[in-house]
């Protein structure tokens, strides 16, 4: 008795059984904005910097600070791969040819022993040419190694003139 | 007349109203735009592949003083990647311009030396990872002129494999 009332609800006029198709659409647009926006979203992170807060880009004077902070150099080799110089020491690279950022957050942080656990202030100095994973990378093995301070070199802007010259060392 | 009566009263009785179709619509619509809402109050750009860095830290992304600055990698046969502020598409003076609104309504006060004191506002900077770095010092030096010295730079958070 029960079966045949069942069957009667999803009868359509002709007498066949229809199949409900509106819930199954339903379900299927949920499921699918559901997976397009939440799950294999990467969580996204963010790495600190300091751009200069006192000096300012138009201050040209050179403070004893400056002369002890370490310098992570980035050369536009004009291939792939830019180098990576630690100081004038190049950083390792892996077998890729690619810079070897680990290696870079190591030395960074046999430096950081060798100054009495004490971190150096860091500058990136990166040629504007090198892809900005470089940098970020530079800035990652940098963040690894606890180093606190670290800074962006720019372009030295000539106050009178208003033009850009890269700062020499 | 009593018969059409009748009819009346039993056709009425079988009308329904079926509100399980609507139900789902409204849940999908709600779904919808709490998805788009979300992304656009974060002003984020979803064509921009990140770089990738295992020390990213996840911050409160609605926190207060913040803009965020996305570059975009440049278009196919262009040089010049794209960059957004509040996800309205912009060239480096209108950018100007915009910083330094953010700037003056978060100014320190008392900390002056000489010339305009710094400002609060942390600027939050998510590039692609094949812009050229040259692209990211320009909105740098836009937010360094504006005495802007708080500064993020967006990552993948991946661990990486020794």
């Known amino acids: 008795m029960a079966r045949k009332k069942r069957r009667k609800k999803y009868q359509g006029k002709d007498g066949r059984l229809d199949l409900e198709m509106t819930p199954m659409i339903d379900v299927v647009f949920n499921l699918l904005i559901f997976f397009l926006c939440m799950p294999f979203r990467v969580p996204e992170g963010e790495l600190d910097a300091f751009l200069p807060r006192d000096v300012g880009l138009f201050d040209d004077t050179v403070k004893l600070e400056d002369l002890e902070k370490v310098i992570v150099r980035i050369k536009d080799t004009k291939r792939t791969n830019p180098k990576v110089y630690l100081g004038k020491v190049p950083v390792a690279t892996d077998h890729a040819g690619r810079p070897d950022f680990n290696a870079l957050a190591e030395q960074l942080v046999g430096l950081k022993a060798k100054s009495g656990g ?10 504007p040419l090198v892809k900005y994973e470089f940098v970020i990378g530079a800035l990652n093995a940098c963040t690894k190694a606890k180093i606190g301070d670290i800074r962006f070199r720019f372009p030295h802007i000539d106050p009178a003139t208003g033009t850009i010259k890269k700062q020499s060392n | 007349m009593a ?13 329904e109203f079926d509100i399980t179709p609507m139900i789902d619509i409204v849940f999908l619509l709600i779904i ?21 860095a295992d020390q990213a830290r996840v911050k409160d992304p ?11 990698a440049p278009r196919p046969g262009k040089d010049v990647p794209l960059i957004y ?15 330094h609104v953010a700037a003056e309504l978060n100014r320190e006060r008392g900390s002056d030396k000489k010339g305009t004191p710094p400002s609060n506002v942390e600027v939050i900077i998510r590039a692609d990872q094949a812009v050229e770095y040259q692209y990211i010092q320009e909105v740098m030096i836009q937010a360094a002129e504006e005495r802007i010295w708080k500064i993020s730079l967006v990552a993948k958070q991946v661990t990486t494999r020794k």
């Open chain 2, 85 to 99: 502020f509040k996800n309205k598409r912009v060239d480096l003076q209108t950018l100007r311009k915009y910083l």
């Open chain 2, 32 to 52: 919808f735009f709490m998805c788009v809402t979300e992304m656009s109050k974060l002003d984020i750009r979803a064509g921009i592949q990140l770089p990738i």
């Open chain 2, 3 to 15: 018969r059409a009566k009748k009819y009346d009263i039993q056709h009425q009785a079988q009308l």
């Open chain 1, 118 to 127: 004490e971190p150096p202030p860091v500058e990136i100095d990166s040629d």
């Open chain 2, 62 to 72: 609605s926190r207060e003083n913040m803009v965020i600055i996305n570059v975009e």
